[in-house]
């Protein structure tokens, strides 16, 4: 039998909305993703991506925080060599140029979208 490649798989959300953030972490739970938390803020997301006492496989990342664009998030997570995802309501042309490479699943999503996005953004960048 061949392991699913989310088994396992450690994971920050950084989601400023607390039912968007508790149905994400249901969905990763039943995926077999390991939550290691959840940030509702750009502040408290920069922090827990750059503590390297966190160990991370990659993380999601709404776009949008109260206003705040989550990008310093991001730039934390590439300079550990995290791979991220981006989630967002307000479509593609939201995302800045410098992070247009990144996978980004337009909410709102369902599961398939959202294991299909991590298999090929996350766990394929991690070698699983």
């Known amino acids: 039998m061949i392991a699913d490649p989310l088994s396992g798989l450690r994971l920050l959300v950084v ?3 607390a039912l968007v953030a508790m ?3 249901d969905m990763l739970g039943e995926l077999g993703c390991v939550v290691v938390d959840v940030a509702g ?3 408290r997301g920069v922090a827990l991506a750059a503590d390297a006492e966190v ?3 990659g993380a999601i990342l709404d776009v949008n925080l109260g206003g705040e664009k989550v990008y310093p998030v991001a730039e934390r997570l590439a300079e ?3 791979p991220f995802v981006f989630c967002t309501g307000y479509g593609l042309t939201g995302i800045s140029g410098e992070f247009a490479h ?3 699943l337009a909410k709102p999503y369902d599961a398939k979208e959202l294991r299909d996005l991590l298999v090929s953004g996350l766990a394929a960048a991690r070698g699983r």
Request: aromatic share 0%.
């Open 80 to 82: 550990r060599g995290v």
């Open 23 to 25: 149905q994400l972490e």
């Open 102 to 104: 990144v996978p980004t």
């Open 41 to 43: 803020t750009v502040s």
């Open 15 to 17: 989601e400023d909305e």
């Open 55 to 57: 160990r991370l496989d």
